[in-house]
């Protein structure tokens, strides 16, 4: 958010250009180190059941598993988008530039074949997965744009929200935005849903609102989300799309029924233990892919995973030495990433 972080912006053009992407990092530009304690219950593919990657410059503030697990995408305070090899000697194996501030968000979309991702430089990018290049070029907002989220089934649709306090929906087969949501506050969070008819945001006001894309673009939300008690950083719909679980400043993660007649007390559930602080990250959350565990970043150096039903902390998980920004799970094997503002990601297994 643009009164809560301060990001150096360069002059850029919105003009379309295909920005080729750079040769991956050398070995001495990338290290790489991996650890075990106990190889006798190793639960996934991974070399080793611990693993940490280094070779951004920044702060890391995002990360995403391709959706066939073989490949991990990083986005950084550094600008810049680093892909990596899950398995075998995890190779960072491309650099995508192009963006020209802090890169704050990045998804793939659900075929693998493009990469999305929204920076502090007001703009939202496509990119070829397999070659790195710049396929789209989004400017329409006209302040940072803190977060993107792809239609998971369907068409290549995706929304956006920033700092301009609008909600944007795009189509990958359009020039612009087919439709624009005015929340009156900064969006730091978005989410679309797995109909496509709806789209989810989150932020300064600490509510979700939920936008009813049959009715076009609209200033009104159809339903309103009441129960964080400070800023929304972080949405993510679950696996069945059923629900939706959301992350806050106040030090909550809460999941809500988003289901159609559902009662109207649609908070479910609530998981604490993590913890937001000064730097005011927008630090997201995630779910396991069968929803039975959900887990999210923290400002204690600290990797949260909490079952969901039980909403008991499963794992808090050390080695980290700044705030841990995002965590993700993988999507075929019992795998977490984090990725921290101490420039790290770590891969590691969990236990059965």
């Known amino acids: 958010m643009a009164d809560k972080r301060s990001f150096v912006l360069e002059p850029d053009s919105c003009d379309g250009t295909i920005v ?14 991996a650890t075990t304690k106990d190889d006798k219950e190793r639960t996934s593919l991974l070399a080793a059941s611990n693993i940490q990657l280094s070779g951004h410059a920044g702060e890391l503030l995002s990360i995403r598993f391709s959706p066939d697990g073989q490949c991990l995408a990083s986005a950084s305070f550094d600008k810049d988008i680093l892909c990596w090899r899950v398995y075998d000697n995890n190779e960072n194996y491309m650099a995508i530039k192009g963006h020209r501030s802090a890169v704050l968000e990045v998804h793939w979309f659900t075929d693998g074949e493009a990469l999305l991702s929204c920076a502090a430089d007001k703009t939202t990018r496509c990119w070829d997965a397999e070659s790195g290049l710049q396929i789209k070029k989004l400017c329409e907002h006209n302040a940072i744009v803190n977060s993107c989220c792809p239609l998971r089934r369907g068409p290549k649709m995706f929304v956006t929200g920033a700092d301009d306090a609008t909600v944007k929906v795009w189509d990958m087969r359009m020039k612009k935005s087919v439709y624009t949501m005015r ?12 109909a496509g008819d709806q789209v989810f945001s989150g932020g300064v006001d600490n509510v979700i609102k939920v936008w009813d894309l049959r009715r076009g673009s609209s200033s009104s939300p159809t339903l309103l989300l009441k129960g964080h008690g400070d800023t929304v950083t972080g949405l993510r719909l679950s696996p069945d799309g059923s629900h939706l679980l959301s992350n806050s400043m106040d030090n909550t993660l809460r999941e809500w029924d988003v289901r159609p007649f559902a009662p109207q007390n649609r908070c479910t559930k609530v998981f604490t233990g993590h913890m937001h602080n000064f730097e005011k990250n927008l630090l997201r959350c995630d779910y396991s892919p069968d929803g039975s565990r959900v887990a999210c970043g923290s400002a204690d150096r600290m990797v949260y995973i ?7 902390v499963l794992y808090v998980l050390p080695g980290h030495t700044g705030s841990v920004n995002e965590v993700i799970f993988h999507p075929k094997e019992p795998i977490i990433a984090s990725a921290s503002s101490d420039k790290n990601i770590f891969l590691g297994e969990l236990v059965h």
């Open 20 to 33: 080729p992407s750079k040769k991956a990092r050398t070995e001495d530009d990338v290290v790489q180190r």
């Open 306 to 312: 909490w079952d969901t039903n039980t909403r008991k």
């Open 183 to 194: 929340d009156g506050f900064p969006v730091c969070a978005v989410a679309f849903a797995d």
